[in-house]
């Protein structure tokens, strides 16, 4: 089945690719990435240009083969046989060479837009080092309780009555579960709690699809599959579809094609989002770690340029880390070094929580300026609110809630082994009518 893309050609800045490359071979270099047939970036520009050459030769001979059609029109001489087969051959020579040259800058626009497609953003000169993320503070410091294996959240998630992976396993499989009980009010807690905080600070809720065209995965950056192959996305091959790994997708997806009014447009989107690599085993995929599906409230903006962006940026960090210190957490907020960057990323923040049962750090928020990668990809325009112009707008993207990475959290931070109960933090209550999470009954 063939398939039209809801997708235009992606609207590359060839001119500052070609003035910058210098700079985007260093943020390949740092970032740990390899291009196409392991190209610098200098031969993709290369390439690029061979392309425009060929580009250029191909409408030479088309202007020429137009010209050789004009004497046909002659009448003197198609009655000149001589003269006729003459221009004939001269023509059919010219048709076959631009169905050569056509090949030619054919197979040379495939090459260099391929390359130029892996070219990834540009890195924030807030980017130190290389593999290092560099600490910017530690939230709720006093409340880091020492490792303890005796808080493992799967442990007290079973014991407590609040999820399920056997009937999971039997009715979808590895690395699927239920939560049930409280476990489940506790997720929906959590995403309305995320709403609100969200809806304070001014954005609009959407509740995306979990579902998109593969195109739009791609414009946003996201790759099927890793660099060791290992599958990262859920495909629907006969429809062109995939399910989305955040909502980060369709919320970008919304604006595609469209010019907006700046200075930033800022929603707030929950969704499941489905990753397909969590069927490893080990530390990192225990309980509810690294699952398949996931609830998910995610923050998405525009923005008309890096002032607004960066203010943006900033908002989105200052809103996660509220909602870190609501919940009572410990956690640490990382500016993300290079090779910790995908490559739509020019700045990165993470902030991990301190999980006592787990004994480490555990990843629950991200948030990251884009620039005007992704815009570009999707044709999305920003027409300043100030001087008029239109322009790609820049992309930013923030966890709000990552659900089961919360809930391991709360319940390993929170968990009384005197009382065999969790302490709820005030701003859950109101969605949850309880101070304490207590033992359930089953539900069989």
Not at 88 to 113: C, G, N, P, V, W
Not at 255 to 260: D, E, L, R, S, V
Not at 293 to 319: P, R, T
Request: aromatic share 8%.
């Amino acid at each position: 089945m063939i398939r039209r893309s809801a997708l235009k050609r992606p609207q590359y800045n060839f001119k500052q690719i070609r003035a910058n490359v210098e700079d985007l071979q260093k943020s390949v270099d740092r970032r740990g990435y390899a291009l196409p047939e392991n190209k610098t970036v200098a031969q993709v520009v290369a390439d690029y240009d061979r392309y425009l050459r060929a580009t250029k030769l191909k409408e030479l001979v088309r202007r020429q083969q137009k010209a050789l059609q004009v004497p046909f029109q002659d009448k003197a001489i198609r009655q000149d046989k001589h003269a006729f087969e003459e221009l004939k051959r001269k023509l059919d020579f010219s048709k076959s060479m631009l169905k050569e040259y056509q090949h030619r800058a054919d197979q040379a626009e495939i090459e260099a837009l391929v390359g130029i497609d892996a070219l990834p953003n540009y890195i924030s000169p807030d980017a130190v080092g290389l593999f290092d993320n560099q600490m910017v503070e530690i939230i709720n410091r006093n409340k880091q309780i020492d490792a303890d294996p005796t808080r493992d959240h799967l442990k007290i998630a079973l014991d407590l009555g609040l999820v399920d992976f056997e009937s999971a396993s039997v009715s979808t499989g590895a690395s699927w579960y239920f939560l049930i009980n409280d476990g489940a009010l506790l997720e929906m807690a959590l995403v309305q709690y995320a709403l609100s905080k969200a809806r304070s600070y001014g954005w609009r809720v959407v509740t995306p699809p979990a579902v998109v065209r593969e195109e739009f995965t791609h414009a946003c950056g996201f790759k099927p599959r890793d660099q060791d192959n290992a599958q990262q996305v859920y495909m629907i091959p006969e429809n062109g579809l995939c399910l989305t790994g955040t909502a980060e997708v369709p919320l970008a997806a919304m604006a595609a094609n469209k010019t907006i009014d700046g200075p930033k447009v800022r929603v707030v989107g929950y969704n499941k989002s489905y990753r397909a690599e969590a069927g490893a085993r080990g530390r990192d995929t225990r309980g509810l770690y690294r699952v398949h599906e996931f609830g998910k409230v995610e923050l998405f903006a525009w923005a008309q340029d890096l002032h607004v962006s960066q203010q943006v940026h900033d908002e989105i960090l200052e809103m996660q880390k509220e909602i870190i210190n609501d919940l009572g957490l410990c956690a640490r907020v990382l500016n993300m070094a290079p090779f910790d960057l995908g490559a739509p990323a020019y700045k990165k923040y993470d902030i991990e929580a301190w999980m006592p049962g787990r004994g480490d750090w555990g990843e629950v928020t991200s948030t990251s300026n884009c620039l005007d990668y992704q815009s570009r990809r999707l044709h999305t325009k920003m027409k300043h609110n100030e001087t008029g112009e239109v322009d790609f707008a820049h992309t930013l993207n923030g966890t709000a809630v990552a659900v089961p990475r919360l809930i391991i959290a709360l319940l390993e931070t929170h968990y009384d082994p005197t009382t065999e109960r969790v302490w709820v933090p005030p701003v859950l209550r109101p969605y949850l009518n309880k101070e304490y999470i207590e033992k359930q009954r089953p539900i069989f």
